[in-house]
């Protein structure tokens, strides 16, 4: 079931870092092939459909199976399998603003508020 969730996620997020990528080659003036592009926008929106719903396709027989089987805590795994389908994006979001940020820095690595220095 990890493998349901995780994978179409990773190929939404890499297809859409290709069209990002394809924005700023073309921002730079280099020649990029249109069908790429489209295709990459293709496989982006339907990695997130697919994504989207394989969480509320699993969350649904969850809760079946919760009511099927007169197990309440399914209910709650449902309500996480539905609430895992935001935090997947907010994680990869974070992970990119910290790419951006360390490249906007000069490529230095990010320390957080709390880190101290070693002597």
Known sequence: MVVLITVPWNLY???RQIVAEGAVS???????????AAEAERIARRMLRFAVAAHVGTAVLTALAAYVLDAPAG???????????????AVAYLA????????LGGGRPLRT???????
Do not use: M
């Open 13 to 15: 997020f890499a297809a």
């Open 26 to 36: 073309r921002g730079r003036g280099i020649d990029i092939r249109p069908d790429q």
């Open 75 to 89: 209910y709650y795994v449902a309500g996480l399998f539905l609430l895992s389908t935001v935090v997947r994006p």
């Open 96 to 103: 990119h603003l910290r790419h951006r940020l360390t490249v």
């Open 113 to 119: 508020q709390g880190a101290r220095r070693r002597i």
